[in-house]
């Protein structure tokens, strides 16, 4: 009987152990977001690529990680989740427009990586066009201060007027407690 009791108290405090750590890495996993716009030119040739530069994004890091209780050398990982492109003008246009279009992430003293894509674009995209993402780990640029995004796009249509595209993207962070 004893042992019984015995087994199932060590069980119950395995169990118990396993949940508490699960609960407490949910404690230091967050997302950051970040919003910009970009300008497709009217007059933009057709099957030609263009390269369209956001003005550098401050990432505000270190305000962010003390907000949510750690620090940039406390970062596990830091992943794109998502990243989606809205067409806010002209009004009732839609990405038939698009063949392609790449995302890439600049940040000073690291090389550029390529951080999502689209392709073969269909006719029917409507005006928020989600992109596949990069799976690899962006620490070592969310960490910097700021970054830019460089979208490379090839268009199928001629454009008779500017094509203003909004970029959001999500990261998940991951980092260990403070002090540990």
Not at 16 to 25: A, H, L, Q, R, V
Not at 27 to 42: A, E, K, R
Not at 150 to 160: A, F, G, I, W
Request: charged residues 20%; glycine residues 2%; negative net charge.
């Amino acid at each position: 009987m004893k042992q019984k009791v015995l087994i199932i108290c060590s069980l119950m405090l395995v169990l118990f152990t396993f949940n508490s750590c699960k609960t407490i890495d949910k404690l230091t996993q967050f997302n950051m977001s970040f919003n910009q716009t970009v300008v497709i030119p009217s007059s933009t040739g057709i099957s030609l690529p263009i390269d369209l530069i956001t003005p550098d994004i401050e990432t505000n890091a270190e305000s962010t990680f003390e907000i949510n209780d750690t620090r940039k050398d406390l970062i596990e990982e830091i992943r794109l989740t998502s990243l989606t492109l809205t067409l806010s003008a002209p009004v009732n246009a839609d990405f038939s427009f698009l063949e392609s279009i790449r995302v890439f992430m600049n940040a000073p003293d690291l090389p550029e990586v390529e951080i999502a894509w689209a392709n073969d674009i269909p006719d029917n995209s409507g005006d928020v066009l989600t992109l596949n993402v990069s799976g690899a780990d962006f620490q070592e640029y969310i960490k910097k201060d700021q970054f830019s995004l460089r979208c490379n796009s090839v268009t199928d249509e001629l454009l008779t007027s500017d094509h203003q595209i909004e970029i959001a993207s999500t990261f998940f962070i991951d980092a260990r407690i403070l002090g540990q």
